[in-house]
């Protein structure tokens, strides 16, 4: 009887032990279900973990109480999303538009730094919208060194930083007589002068004074011998600024026809032209023009503001 009791007891403890490998292989096969991104070399290894080890079973057996939750069910397997773009790391992805994104590139950061988007001259200005990249500047000149006045000529190198200039004159409105006064505001361009004379040499506003005494006679643009007498004083001043250039212009009064005045004012202003030349003044320093009845210098409602307007003008420039 005894050894009937010890052969089932051996056969029930054989049954156990062959039951416990196979659950054994069952947790591992579970364990070692290959993930999507798992190469073939890890799956090869971990297939050879399904074939049981006898010299190892009581690990395995401490084992099958080790929950591995790093790993997923073999029905359960969920595949890893894609991460959006963000190519300048201003936590904004590629292609969302927001009031913080460059026109210019939308998926360039206003505020990112040199290791993110190119700033060759560190000036806080990117590259792709510096319109001088090798040089500092400012924003509001779109990257370019500062230029107040505009002239193209930066305003550290400027010495008129405010008044357009030329590269010739370091920036500054071009002065040729060196008066201090630009000539674009200078009568007298070419001969040195007086600011509060419109840079005309003050001897030259006498001819203001002489013109305003030469007077005609109506319809008429013969030279009185007054007005020659006057006319030989203002030769002797413009002989003494070689270099001034001057505009004799003609008027008359609004009697007659206004096509007819406009005529009649240049053939005055040619008189006093010709009788210069003739006095030594070079042709090519004046010019003769008619404004016929256009610029009365008093209204013309008497006979006396008449005979003023009936006039030429001494114009420096």
């Not at 073939?40 to 057996?61: G, R």
């Not at 073999?74 to 190519?87: I, L, T, Y």
């Not at 009185?224 to 002989?239: E, W, Y």
Request: glycine share 6%.
């Amino acid at each position: 009887m005894l050894p009937a009791i010890a052969f089932y007891a051996t056969l029930i403890m054989w049954f156990l032990h062959s039951a416990g490998d196979n659950s054994t292989a069952e947790q591992n096969a579970v364990r070692v279900v290959p993930m999507e991104n798992q190469t073939e070399n890890q799956t090869e290894n971990l297939a050879a973990t399904e074939s049981p080890d006898t010299s190892n079973t009581a690990e395995s057996d401490n084992n099958l109480n080790v929950t591995d939750d790093s790993a997923p069910s073999q029905g359960n397997v969920v595949a890893d999303k894609p991460h959006p773009v963000d190519s300048d790391n201003d936590n904004t992805a590629n292609g969302t538009t927001t009031q913080n994104l460059t026109k210019e590139n939308p998926d360039v950061s206003p505020d990112a730094t040199p290791a993110t988007v190119a700033d060759s001259d560190q000036d806080g200005v990117a590259d792709h919208a510096d319109l001088c990249p090798d040089s500092v500047g400012v924003s509001s000149n779109r990257g370019c060194p500062a230029d107040t006045d505009s002239d193209g000529l930066p305003d550290a190198q400027d010495q008129c930083p405010d008044q357009a200039g030329t590269l010739s004159s370091g920036g500054c409105p071009v002065d040729s007589d060196a008066d201090g006064l630009p000539d674009g505001n200078d009568r007298c361009p070419n001969t040195a002068g007086d600011a509060d004379v419109q840079g005309c040499p003050r001897e030259i506003t006498t001819l203001d004074a002489i013109a305003s005494q030469i007077v005609f006679d109506s319809a008429s643009s013969r030279l009185s011998d007054k007005s020659k007498h006057l006319l030989t004083q203002a030769a002797r001043v413009l002989n003494r600024y070689p270099t001034i250039h001057i505009t004799v212009a003609g008027h008359t009064d609004d009697q007659g026809d206004e096509s007819i005045n406009l005529k009649l004012s240049e053939q005055r202003a040619r008189a006093c032209l010709n009788f210069l030349v003739k006095q030594g003044i070079d042709s090519k320093r004046m010019t003769a023009i008619g404004y016929g009845e256009s610029l009365p210098l008093v209204p013309n409602t008497t006979a006396a503001a008449r005979d003023q307007n009936r006039r030429v003008e001494f114009i420096p420039g």
